[in-house]
């Protein structure tokens, strides 16, 4: 059973910051390239950013030079530093393997006020 737990949104002004963290289970994190992916109402679920197992990252053009994905070996959790936050990151945040599985966890809200 794949495990996926997402925590750290929250409401912050534009230009603020937020770390969202994503626990998941020793396998699916250690066997997957990860990524976050986020869904802004109306709109379909889209990838923003991703770490292989390797290290290596990939970035959505749209928050490329802001948010950082990083992970704890040790904890088997990945994390999303969001700076410099737009009302357009509006959206809830989740976090998959990539490809993903097709069971998702419930997603953590982001609100990026004007």
Known sequence: QVQLVE???????????L???CATSR???SMNTMGWYRQAPGKQRVEVARIGTGGSTVYATSV???FT???????NTVY????????EDTAVYYCNAV???SAWGP????????
């Open 80 to 87: 999303l530093q969001m700076n410099s936050l737009k009302p």
């Open 99 to 101: 490809p993903s599985y």
């Open 7 to 17: 925590s750290g949104g929250g409401l912050v002004q534009t230009g603020g910051s």
């Open 19 to 21: 770390k969202l963290s």
């Open 69 to 75: 994905i990083s992970r704890d070996i040790a904890k």
């Open 27 to 29: 396998t699916t994190f």
């Open 107 to 114: 997603g953590t809200q982001v609100t990026v006020s004007s």
């Open 64 to 66: 490329k030079g802001r």
